[in-house]
């Protein structure tokens, strides 16, 4: 497993850790547990046996966003989630 899990936890901490920098995550958000919470969750959903859809992608990152999400400085509003951004 660590050769699976190990990258993918590695890469998500470093996406949450540039986002706490610029300011677009929550200081107090843990860069561990969300990337722990985020594989949790694809692999409970591989282990159960259920397709990994985009569509399930897109709500999973939607759900964690909204706990991690920095709050607009100007109107107390969360930025936009990245799973929401046009390509």
Do not use: C, Y
């Amino acid at each position: 497993w660590e050769h699976v899990l190990t990258p993918h936890q590695s890469a998500t901490r470093s996406i949450i850790e540039r986002g706490i920098l610029h300011g677009e995550v929550q200081q107090e958000a843990q860069p561990d547990v969300v990337s722990e919470a985020l594989v949790g969750a694809f692999l409970a959903r591989q282990l159960s046996g259920l397709v990994v859809t985009p569509e399930w992608i897109e709500s999973v990152v939607a759900l964690l966003w909204e706990g991690v999400a920095s709050r607009g400085p100007d109107d107390g509003k969360k930025t936009e989630s990245p799973a929401n951004r046009p390509e």
